[in-house]
């Protein structure tokens, strides 16, 4: 009896040795980028690099060409989610140290003066966003993983106060963010919350995970937006259609290649399919198994992703990129593209993902042409491993939330480095502000109302002072373009006294628009050149909100 126990419990360890090996093999031979630090300090990298040039071989970091990338904040931990405050400040959410904290540039040097704890003593914040009813009255909205909380924010002092629960939300399990996005005009007052499900695959009791839903903040009442959503952790507007696109990231232990990880357009009431389907309506049979009278996995009832991503990329934050006319604005090739963090892989046997990806799409977010990798190096090849060359990877840094603006700018976290990246376009190297000579139209013209960042609405009444030499006849154009640079409105300022001379002269203007789908926008006043030659332009851009 005795041997007969024994064999059988050496039976057991080998077949449990050989599926350990087996599944080790498929599923965890790349988990060390994931899980060990960082080989090097990639903020010390990139400074380094900086004192030669951009994408020399000191230069972790690959860029295209005209592109160029630098440290804004370091320090941080775990930092996820980036918004601007209503006062032009980064505000970051840092999950693991229970904190959302400001980033200001006062000097504009391209690196933060300081970090500012905003909102302390949180259960792992994650999303953040603000609403603003007029500039001295705004509210910073912060998704913990077990509730939805609500602060009164002071845009002068970065104080937060009345810390007000608004609802609860469902905790524990696999996923532990939630996210948060606010739907244009005229339903800006509704808030989406965006929750991850308890489990790899699973049918969830709990119609609330693995689901995307709408809070209103004027009510207080809450209902489901969309579902079969596994783990939609970032989303974002399509600023030209209105719609909410996320990311989605597919399930795992089904091996190297499916299912994909998604993109998404998300409309209210539909299916997305999980737990029972995956990418372009693919039925998962390994995990379910019923028989059912139309084909299981089908649209309209369930909708199929809109785009595919390779497996375990772990898609998270995406923005798009808007038309940007001005001087050292995007190009006009990457007007209306998407932006993907790929935050990277744990469970595949080769390591993939760990960049940030362009996906080419036009005005109406149809795919133009295949995606194209943005920025690459944050994955490099370990040191003194011993699997094989393909799969020995280790990963400096983890790419997750983006943040796009006009003028060429982004920013993106990065919860491995504890860093915020800055990209920039416009030369081979990044020119800090202090670096340049001072904007010679800023002392041409002072704009008093509307301030940087304030919130406006129609009628706008603009105010200040210009040179003399900035009119003629008295008068220069004053353009308000949405965030795509969409020309909403344009008039003349007119001068407020003699404008013959070289001294200031008063001037207002009255703007009359219809608020666009953008939050954000720009006012633009121009320099009168009745010449037309360009060497006598020169504009004072002025950033504003519409909500």
Not at 423 to 437: E, H, I, L, Q, W
Not at 534 to 546: G, L, M, N
């Given at each position: ?10 039976i ?13 093999q498929?599923n965890?031979?790349?988990v ?13 990298l990139?400074?380094?690099?900086h004192k ?5 071989t000191?230069m ?8 160029a990338?630098?440290i804004?904040a370091?320090?941080?931990g ?6 601007r405050?209503p006062?032009?400040?980064?505000v ?6 229970g ?6 540039d ?17 259960n792992?914040?994650h ?22 909380t ?8 970065l104080?937060v106060?009345?810390k007000?629960?608004?609802l ?11 996210s948060?996005?606010?739907l ?16 790899n ?5 709990d119609?609330?995970?693995a ?10 009442k809450?209902?489901p937006f ?10 974002t ?10 990311t989605?990231?597919g399930?795992?232990l ?7 990880d998604?993109?998404?357009?998300i409309?209210?009431g539909k299916?997305?399919?999980w737990?029972?389907?995956?990418g ?6 390994a995990?379910?198994?019923?028989v ?6 089908s649209?309209?009832?369930?909708v199929p992703s809109?785009?595919d ?5 772990a898609p998270l934050?995406?923005?798009f ?7 050292g604005?995007?190009?006009?090739e990457y ?10 892989s744990?469970n ?11 996906y080419?799409l036009?005005?109406n ?10 920025i690459?190096?944050?994955?490099v090849?370990s040191?003194?491993s ?7 990877k280790?990963a400096l ?9 006009p ?5 993106i976290?990065?919860d491995?480095a504890?860093?915020i990246?800055h990209?920039v376009?416009?030369g081979?190297?990044v ?5 340049t ?21 129609s ?11 900035w009119y ?6 004053v ?9 909403i ?8 006294g003699?404008?013959?001379?070289e ?22 006043l ?15 851009k002025i950033?504003i909100?519409f909500r």
């Amino acid at each position: 009896m005795g041997k007969l126990f024994w064999l059988v419990f050496i039976i057991i360890v080998i077949v449990l040795g050989f599926y350990g090996v087996s599944f080790y093999q498929q599923n965890l031979r790349g988990v060390l980028p994931s899980l060990e630090n960082p080989p090097d300090d990639i903020a010390k990298l990139i400074e380094n690099a900086h004192k030669i040039d951009q994408n020399t071989t000191d230069m972790p970091l690959a860029l295209p060409p005209g592109f160029a990338i630098s440290i804004f904040a370091k320090g941080l931990g775990d930092p996820r989610v980036i918004v601007r405050d209503p006062a032009g400040n980064l505000v970051v959410s840092i999950p693991n140290q229970g904190k959302v904290v400001a980033l200001p540039d006062s000097n504009n040097n391209g690196e933060a003066d300081s970090i500012v704890a905003i909102a302390t003593g949180l259960n792992k914040p994650h999303g953040i966003t603000f609403r603003c009813i007029n500039p001295d009255s705004c509210k910073l909205y912060v998704a913990e993983t077990d509730k939805l909380t609500v602060f009164d924010y002071d845009t002068h002092t970065l104080n937060v106060s009345h810390k007000q629960k608004l609802l609860d939300l469902p905790s524990g399990g696999n996923h532990i963010t939630r996210s948060l996005l606010f739907l244009p005009s005229p339903r800006d007052a509704e808030l989406l919350i965006s929750i991850g499900s308890t489990c790899n695959v699973c049918i969830e009791k709990d119609s609330q995970r693995a689901a995307i839903l709408i809070f209103d903040t004027n009510t207080g009442k809450i209902k489901p937006f969309a579902s079969g959503l596994r783990n939609s952790v970032f989303m974002t507007l399509n600023s030209v259609t209105g719609k909410v696109w996320a990311t989605e990231m597919g399930r795992d232990l089904l091996g190297d290649d499916i299912p994909p990880d998604e993109i998404n357009i998300i409309e209210e009431g539909k299916n997305y399919g999980w737990p029972n389907c995956y990418g372009k309506n693919i039925h998962d049979t390994a995990f379910d198994h019923n028989v059912y009278i139309r084909a299981p996995c089908s649209d309209p009832f369930e909708v199929p992703s809109y785009i595919d991503i390779p497996a375990h990329s772990a898609p998270l934050g995406l923005a798009f990129v808007p038309e940007d006319s001005g001087i050292g604005g995007w190009p006009q090739e990457y007007w209306h593209n998407l932006f993907v963090a790929y935050h990277g892989s744990w469970n595949r046997s080769v390591p993939t993902g760990y960049k940030i990806v362009r996906y080419q799409l036009d005005t109406n977010g149809n795919m133009v042409d295949g995606p194209k990798d943005f920025i690459t190096g944050w994955l490099v090849p370990s040191k003194g491993s011993y699997l094989p060359a393909q799969a020995s990877k280790a990963a400096l840094g983890r790419p997750v939330g983006i943040l796009v603006e006009p003028g060429g700018n982004m920013f993106i976290s990065d919860d491995k480095a504890g860093v915020i990246y800055h990209v920039v376009y416009g030369g081979a190297r990044v020119v800090k502000t202090s670096d340049t000579p001072k904007n010679a139209a800023e002392d041409m013209l002072h704009v008093t109302a509307p301030k940087p960042n304030d919130i406006v609405k129609s009628p706008l009444m603009i105010k200040g002072e210009a040179r003399g030499t900035w009119y003629f006849e008295a008068s220069f154009p004053v353009v308000l373009l949405d965030d795509n640079g969409k020309e909403i409105a344009q008039y003349h300022a007119q001068a407020q006294g003699d404008w013959m001379t070289e001294n200031f002269v008063p001037f207002t203007a009255l703007l009359a628009f219809q608020a666009p789908l953008t939050d954000k926008g720009t006012l633009v006043l121009k320099k009168d050149n009745p010449s037309g030659l360009p060497e006598h332009d020169a504009s004072v851009k002025i950033p504003i909100r519409f909500r």
